[in-house]
Protein backbone atom coordinates (compact mmCIF):
# COMPACT_ATOMS: atom_id res chain seq x y z
CA UNK A 1 0.00 0.00 0.00
CA UNK A 2 1.14 3.69 -1.25
CA UNK A 3 1.62 6.29 1.47
CA UNK A 4 -1.13 8.84 1.07
CA UNK A 5 0.23 12.14 -0.15
CA UNK A 6 -0.75 13.63 3.29
CA UNK A 7 1.57 11.45 5.25
CA UNK A 8 4.23 11.92 2.58
CA UNK A 9 3.89 15.61 3.55
CA UNK A 10 4.14 15.24 7.14
CA UNK A 11 7.07 12.96 6.94
CA UNK A 12 9.09 16.04 5.30
CA UNK A 13 7.81 18.03 7.70
CA UNK A 14 8.81 16.01 10.51
CA UNK A 15 12.61 15.16 8.79
CA UNK A 16 13.11 18.92 8.63
CA UNK A 17 12.00 19.37 12.06
CA UNK A 18 13.10 16.59 13.70
CA UNK A 19 17.05 16.08 11.83
CA UNK A 20 17.77 18.40 9.15
CA UNK A 21 17.14 21.27 11.09
CA UNK A 22 18.53 19.63 14.26
CA UNK A 23 21.84 19.02 12.84
CA UNK A 24 22.38 22.08 10.73
CA UNK A 25 24.83 24.16 13.37
CA UNK A 26 23.41 27.64 14.34
CA UNK A 27 26.06 29.69 12.39
CA UNK A 28 24.28 28.49 8.84
CA UNK A 29 21.27 31.22 9.64
CA UNK A 30 20.49 30.99 5.56
CA UNK A 31 20.13 27.10 5.51
CA UNK A 32 18.58 27.12 8.94
CA UNK A 33 15.94 30.12 6.92
CA UNK A 34 15.17 27.79 4.13
CA UNK A 35 14.79 24.79 5.86
CA UNK A 36 11.99 26.91 7.58
CA UNK A 37 10.56 28.29 4.25
CA UNK A 38 10.60 24.79 3.07
CA UNK A 39 8.01 23.79 6.39
CA UNK A 40 6.15 26.84 5.84
CA UNK A 41 5.67 25.99 2.11
CA UNK A 42 4.67 22.28 2.80
CA UNK A 43 2.42 23.10 5.78
CA UNK A 44 0.68 25.86 3.06
CA UNK A 45 0.37 22.45 0.62
CA UNK A 46 -1.00 19.94 2.99
CA UNK A 47 -4.40 21.23 3.11
CA UNK A 48 -4.17 23.00 -0.47
CA UNK A 49 -3.09 20.29 -2.78
CA UNK A 50 -6.58 18.09 -2.32
CA UNK A 51 -9.01 21.19 -3.87
CA UNK A 52 -5.49 22.69 -6.19
CA UNK A 53 -7.83 21.62 -9.79
CA UNK A 54 -10.93 23.16 -8.37
CA UNK A 55 -9.49 25.82 -6.83
CA UNK A 56 -7.55 26.87 -10.60
CA UNK A 57 -11.23 25.75 -12.18
CA UNK A 58 -12.74 28.67 -10.16
CA UNK A 59 -9.94 31.17 -10.46
CA UNK A 60 -10.43 30.24 -14.67
CA UNK A 61 -14.04 30.65 -14.34
CA UNK A 62 -13.67 34.08 -12.62
CA UNK A 63 -11.38 35.12 -15.37
CA UNK A 64 -13.63 34.10 -18.19
CA UNK A 65 -16.09 36.04 -16.84
CA UNK A 66 -14.26 39.22 -17.14
CA UNK A 67 -13.21 38.26 -20.20
CA UNK A 68 -17.11 38.05 -21.13
CA UNK A 69 -18.11 41.42 -19.88
CA UNK A 70 -15.49 42.95 -21.30
CA UNK A 71 -16.16 41.26 -24.88
CA UNK A 72 -19.72 43.05 -24.63
CA UNK A 73 -17.85 46.39 -23.84
CA UNK A 74 -15.20 45.99 -26.89
CA UNK A 75 -15.42 45.71 -30.42
CA UNK A 76 -13.01 44.90 -33.30
CA UNK A 77 -9.73 42.74 -32.82
CA UNK A 78 -10.15 43.60 -28.91
CA UNK A 79 -13.17 41.39 -29.19
CA UNK A 80 -12.39 38.88 -31.18
CA UNK A 81 -9.20 38.49 -29.09
CA UNK A 82 -10.96 37.87 -26.27
CA UNK A 83 -13.72 35.30 -27.58
CA UNK A 84 -11.11 33.69 -28.80
CA UNK A 85 -9.41 33.28 -25.76
CA UNK A 86 -12.48 32.23 -23.86
CA UNK A 87 -13.59 29.85 -26.62
CA UNK A 88 -9.65 28.30 -25.65
CA UNK A 89 -10.87 28.62 -22.14
CA UNK A 90 -14.19 26.26 -22.31
CA UNK A 91 -12.12 23.74 -24.45
CA UNK A 92 -9.67 23.19 -21.72
CA UNK A 93 -9.06 20.02 -19.91
CA UNK A 94 -11.07 20.63 -16.55
CA UNK A 95 -8.91 17.68 -14.74
CA UNK A 96 -5.60 19.25 -15.61
CA UNK A 97 -3.97 21.80 -13.43
CA UNK A 98 -1.83 22.62 -16.00
CA UNK A 99 -4.38 22.40 -18.61
CA UNK A 100 -5.99 25.21 -16.49
CA UNK A 101 -3.74 27.40 -15.71
CA UNK A 102 -2.47 27.73 -19.38
CA UNK A 103 -6.21 28.51 -20.14
CA UNK A 104 -6.01 31.14 -17.78
CA UNK A 105 -2.91 32.63 -18.86
CA UNK A 106 -4.44 32.97 -22.52
CA UNK A 107 -7.55 34.82 -21.38
CA UNK A 108 -4.88 36.90 -18.96
CA UNK A 109 -3.09 37.77 -21.43
CA UNK A 110 -6.17 39.00 -23.77
CA UNK A 111 -7.38 41.01 -20.86
CA UNK A 112 -3.82 42.78 -20.47
CA UNK A 113 -3.82 43.79 -23.87
CA UNK A 114 -6.66 45.74 -23.60
CA UNK A 115 -5.84 47.10 -20.48
CA UNK A 116 -2.66 48.37 -21.38
CA UNK A 117 -4.62 50.29 -23.99
CA UNK A 118 -2.60 49.18 -27.28
CA UNK A 119 -0.29 51.54 -29.30
CA UNK A 120 -2.17 54.45 -28.36
CA UNK A 121 -2.89 53.64 -25.04
CA UNK A 122 -6.07 54.47 -24.60
CA UNK A 123 -8.15 54.71 -21.64
CA UNK A 124 -10.23 52.04 -20.36
CA UNK A 125 -14.48 52.50 -20.29
CA UNK A 126 -15.91 53.07 -16.88
CA UNK A 127 -17.46 49.70 -17.83
CA UNK A 128 -14.53 47.63 -17.56
CA UNK A 129 -12.70 49.45 -15.10
CA UNK A 130 -15.95 48.08 -12.69
CA UNK A 131 -15.78 45.16 -14.55
CA UNK A 132 -12.39 44.83 -13.16
CA UNK A 133 -12.66 46.24 -10.12
CA UNK A 134 -15.27 43.46 -9.25
CA UNK A 135 -12.86 40.62 -10.19
CA UNK A 136 -9.82 41.68 -8.56
CA UNK A 137 -12.37 42.28 -5.51
CA UNK A 138 -13.22 38.50 -5.55
CA UNK A 139 -9.95 37.10 -7.03
CA UNK A 140 -7.97 39.18 -4.39
CA UNK A 141 -10.49 37.37 -1.13
CA UNK A 142 -9.85 33.74 -2.48
CA UNK A 143 -6.45 34.23 -2.94
CA UNK A 144 -6.19 35.43 0.80
CA UNK A 145 -8.21 32.64 1.74
CA UNK A 146 -6.12 30.42 -0.47
CA UNK A 147 -2.75 31.44 1.34
CA UNK A 148 -4.00 32.50 5.06
CA UNK A 149 -2.35 29.90 6.28
CA UNK A 150 1.07 31.58 6.34
CA UNK A 151 -0.20 33.46 8.81
CA UNK A 152 0.61 37.20 7.23
CA UNK A 153 -2.60 38.43 6.17
CA UNK A 154 -3.75 40.74 9.12
CA UNK A 155 -7.08 39.83 8.99
CA UNK A 156 -6.98 35.53 8.82
CA UNK A 157 -9.47 35.28 11.00
CA UNK A 158 -12.15 36.95 9.32
CA UNK A 159 -10.72 34.87 5.67
CA UNK A 160 -13.40 32.21 4.73
CA UNK A 161 -12.17 28.66 4.51
CA UNK A 162 -10.65 27.12 1.42
CA UNK A 163 -13.96 25.55 1.04
CA UNK A 164 -16.02 28.56 1.06
CA UNK A 165 -14.11 29.55 -1.92
CA UNK A 166 -14.23 26.55 -3.99
Known amino acids: MLPSIDLRIANMIKALEQVILPALPKRERLARDQANLVIGHLRLLSPQWKTAVRFEE??????????????????????ARLEAAIASAHAADRRDVLALEAAYTVVGNAIDAIILGGEDHAPLPQAAVDALLDYGAVQ??????WFKGNGLDPHAAELPEISAIL
Open 140 to 145: ALRERA
Open 58 to 79: VTLDLIVGLAERFAEIFTGEQR
